[in-house]
């Protein structure tokens, strides 16, 4: 699901840009990548997440993708050359993702699972694209936060089949991805990062 007016610029503000890299920062202390992973960033917005992970992991490969064609129009504004050289621009679905299954070391998501429909979908797409070992890094938010009295009349969101903590945290388990380690409010949301099984 596109976000609306409201989500764009609730996403590209710089109190957002901050806290997308004081969560990247507790992501690496949760779980560091080794130089040269090949990494994906899903819901990737106007391009912010993607320079910070470059910085903080130092990724040969990063592609970065949006279901929404504006968004990538801002990325490649937003980003540099010298960025774009060591970063690809795609658009698609994350319930359907265009990669081929295990091409990934890792895998970025903030904030984006929770905006789409068909959700577990989704979860088993990031689980196709990971290698086996391979890191999903997770940041999401609990339906206490956008589907409220007020949020739920400024904000864009899907209303049936939400998931809260336990939902996500077996969906998670479904999909073969375990979480190694989280930080989590349980009415609001989750930062961690589940490990896709080896086998």
């Known amino acids: 699901m ?30 560091d990548l080794a130089p040269g992973a090949v990494i994906l960033e899903v819901g990737c917005g106007r391009g912010a997440g993607a320079r910070l992970i470059r910085k903080a992991f130092e990724s040969s490969r990063l592609l970065i993708l949006d279901l929404d064609f504006q968004m990538m129009r ?50 088993q797409e990031v689980a196709r694209v990971l290698k086996p070992g391979g890191c999903y890094y997770i940041e999401e938010l609990y339906p206490t936060l956008y589907q409220n009295m007020i949020t739920r009349r400024i904000l864009l969101h899907p209303s049936q089949d939400r998931f809260k903590s336990r939902d996500l945290k077996c969906a998670l388990q ?26």
């Open 174 to 199: 479904d999909a073969g991805l375990y979480l190694k380690k989280a930080y989590e409010i349980k009415f609001m949301g989750i930062l961690g990062v589940a490990i896709k099984s080896e086998h």
């Open 2 to 31: 596109k976000l609306n007016w409201a989500e764009r610029l609730v996403v590209n503000n710089p109190s957002r840009v901050f806290q997308q890299w004081m969560e990247i920062k507790r992501l690496k202390q949760m779980n």
């Open 74 to 123: 801002m990325a490649k504004s937003y980003l540099g050359p010298e960025e774009l050289a060591h970063i690809s621009l795609h658009t698609g679905d994350a319930a359907c993702l265009p990669f081929k299954e295990k091409s990934f070391d890792a895998l970025f998501g903030f904030g984006f699972l929770h905006h789409v429909p068909n959700w577990r979908k989704a979860l």
